[in-house]
């Protein structure tokens, strides 16, 4: 039975893999000003994806300045002396687009999706807001209150809505990964116009940028409108910085205890890993997936189902361009114990640092990276952004292509060697969340 179920995974592998054959070609040069351009040609269907990435992200913040980047998410859209306020999106909508803006510790990512034949609008838009943003403080103060009250609805307010902060702050202390994105609502108030203004002059500039243009294109028709939107944008004046602080490798786990507005407890670990794109990486990548990726993964079928003690168990690699975390949490049931819980999460993982997985499981690990990355680039919308991130983080854009190749050299024995190399108890953060009603008076 064992030998006819690899088999059959090994088919499966084999057709996925197969069906990701097909190369995505692409395009990519620079202008003189250094603008980044990548060009992708798909023709199937009359879409286009625009979208730009400007190499910011939290971790180039000043520490009693943070949120910016984020804020910039939102500032972003507030036109420029050409489309007036509130334009922005009623611009694009109009014209059977749709958009959106994601901030991460990183980068920030622009986009809109729109119908071929607005291809030209798409990158009047974007090179309007590279080339003239309007900062003045009518927008200033609208998004500042439009920031604070999505931290307080998504972090203040929420159950467990802190938890990302927490671990980000328990687990560095010297690197800007400390904050969270999201930033302090106190820091965004006292900030003054000027500040945000200096901001955008230092980031927001060609050189810092990657416009992508992924769909129903001719190629030889788009540069000539990238060069008409983008070509006479200035190149920025000031010297683009890049976080140099390392953190310390640590030596002692760290433990803490918040009492929130919580019914049931929740139970995380944080182990601090390499960055993206390492070796020990896409190990410890795959090696969330043999964790809790799916329904017949370690930690589900033995916490969740064998042992009925977890609502919900995930882990998750925080893909990140300087070393970032491998993290795992657990919510409780009624009735179990924070410690309880932990004491199982660990006993699982003592297993994948003892054990080798079976063949079995290790097929379906394969199979299902491959079904992921082949997903994340079946539209054209994930492949403009794959595009960009492989560019601006590895330096190689052709990684949409073979990235799949250095998962696939990961073998049994790398799961087990960075299991005991980085799930270790000093190299650590163990946070619980209790019912306030469980503090101690």
């Known amino acids: 039975m064992k030998r006819r179920l690899f088999f059959l995974l090994f088919i499966v592998s084999f057709v996925i893999t197969n069906a990701q054959a097909r190369k995505i070609e692409f395009t990519q040069y620079k202008l003189d000003n250094g603008l980044s351009v990548i060009l992708h040609k798909d023709n199937t269907t009359p879409i286009v994806a625009v979208s730009v990435l400007y190499h910011v992200g939290s971790k180039n913040e000043d520490p009693q300045r943070t949120g910016f980047a984020h804020f910039f998410e939102h500032l972003m859209f507030e036109g420029s002396p050409n489309i007036n306020r509130g334009e922005y999106f009623k611009t694009i909508e109009a ?87 999201i930033g302090s609502a106190q820091y965004i108030d006292q900030a003054k116009l000027d500040e945000f203004i200096s901001f955008y002059k230092k980031f927001y500039v060609p050189q810092n940028a990657t416009l992508t243009i992924a769909g129903d294109i001719d190629i030889e028709k788009t540069k000539e409108l990238v060069k008409k939107y983008y070509g006479d944008i200035p190149k920025g004046a000031f ?72 609502i919900a168990i995930a882990s998750m690699p925080f893909a990140l361009e300087d070393p970032g975390l491998f993290v795992v949490y657990a919510l409780a049931k009624v009735g179990i114990k924070a410690e309880d819980l932990e004491t199982s999460i660990n006993a699982e993982l003592e297993k994948v640092k003892k054990d080798l997985i079976s063949d079995v499981n290790f097929q379906k ?71 306030k009603s469980m503090q101690p008076k």
């Open 365 to 435: 690990i394969r199979n299902q990276v491959e079904t992921d990355f082949v997903t994340s680039n079946s539209t054209v919308a994930g492949i403009a952004q794959s595009l960009a991130n492989y560019s601006v983080y590895f330096g190689d854009a052709n990684l949409i292509n073979n990235e799949l190749q250095r998962y696939m050299k990961v073998t049994k024995e790398d799961l087990r060697k960075v299991a005991n190399k980085y799930l270790t108890k000093e190299n650590r953060v163990v946070l619980y969340y209790l019912p």
């Open 239 to 310: 010297e683009i910085t890049r976080p140099k602080e390392v953190e310390p490798v640590k030596t002692a786990e760290v433990r803490d205890i918040i009492y929130d507005k919580v019914q049931l407890p929740l139970v995380c670990q944080a182990y601090h890993m390499p960055a993206q794109g390492t070796p020990d990486y896409y190990a410890l990548d795959m090696l969330t997936t043999y964790l809790t990726g799916g329904e017949s993964s370690l930690l589900t079928k033995e916490i969740k189902d064998k042992q009925q003690k977890v």
């Open 95 to 181: 014209a059977g687009g749709q958009l959106n803006a994601n901030t991460s510790f990183d980068r920030t990512y622009y986009y809109e999706i729109m119908p071929s034949n607005q291809l030209e609008l798409g990158l009047y838009m974007e090179s309007e807001r590279m080339l003239h943003l309007k900062i003045d403080s009518i927008g200033v103060e609208t998004q500042r209150k439009v920031v604070k009250e999505e931290r307080k609805q998504s972090y203040e307010n929420r159950p467990y809505g802190s938890l990302g902060e927490k671990i980000f702050s328990n687990a560095y202390k010297v690197h800007p990964y400390r904050w969270m994105p």
